[in-house]
């Protein structure tokens, strides 16, 4: 069974217009959730985590994402896109009791000047 | 080292022969994963380690592939036979101690290729 989905594997936006990619998880409890980015030709690096202290979470590079549990959500958003921000970005989650992390299909993000 | 270090990047290898990948964790994190890219797919698990042992490897795709980790530090993946469908990105990520909002820290793959 999928645990995490990101609707759209292609996002592309005007650089300083919002971004917005989504990410739903199917899970009874909340799990464990994590967004990442990968650069071209790059490992994955942390952008943010959800860690029940607070539904909003903000991250590094002006990204935030909003925990909602009655949509089962943890959509990945930031105000004004720069050309920077051009990467993969990927949804995963660590359910209750387990310790692997399970990713989304991952959203390509491309930023038009 | 200061993050996670796997060699080769790069291995370009004939259908049939085996190859080895290497994964060189943080110091100090007891936990290991390996994950697999391949182009157009998002990241699929493959096998977890706590210290050497592998309480998970649920997403090793076939006998053909094994890992082992000595010393509560360096992870070796290897695959036998390799064939076309291995080509991918092997992705190594290690974390500082269970638990489970800890973030895991990912090197920056070897891309597998065989020709």
């Known amino acids: 069974a999928q645990s995490v989905t990101q609707l759209g594997s292609h996002v592309s936006v005007s650089e300083g217009a919002l971004v917005l990619l989504r990410c739903n998880y199917s899970s009874s409890v909340p799990p464990y959730l994590f967004w990442y980015v990968q650069y071209p030709n790059q490992g994955l690096q942390l952008l943010l985590k959800?860690?029940?202290?607070?539904?909003l979470v903000k991250g590094i590079n002006g990204f935030e994402a909003e925990f909602k549990k009655s949509e089962t959500s943890f959509h990945l958003t930031k105000p004004s896109a720069h050309m920077s921000d051009a990467a993969e970005y990927f949804c995963a989650v660590r359910l209750s009791g387990a310790q692997k992390l399970v990713f989304g299909q991952g959203t390509r993000l491309t930023i038009n000047p | 080292g200061a993050g996670v270090s796997q060699s080769p990047s790069n291995k370009v290898t004939e259908k049939g022969k085996d190859v080895e990948l290497r994964c060189d964790p943080i110091s100090g994190h007891t936990a290991l994963y390996w994950y697999r890219q391949s182009l157009g797919q998002g990241l699929e698990f493959l096998i977890y380690?706590?210290?050497?042992?592998?309480?998970?490897k649920s997403g090793l795709p076939s006998d053909r592939f094994s890992a082992e980790r000595t010393g509560g530090s360096v992870s070796t993946l290897t695959i036998q036979r390799t064939q076309q469908e291995d080509s991918a990105v092997y992705l190594c990520?290690?974390?500082?101690?269970?638990?489970?909002?800890?973030?895991?820290?990912f090197g920056q793959g070897t891309r597998l290729t065989v020709v």
């Open positions: 380690f706590q210290g050497n042992s592998a309480p998970d």
């Open positions: 990520a290690s974390s500082l101690a269970l638990g489970q909002n800890t973030e895991a820290f």
């Open positions: 959800y860690t029940s202290a607070a539904t």
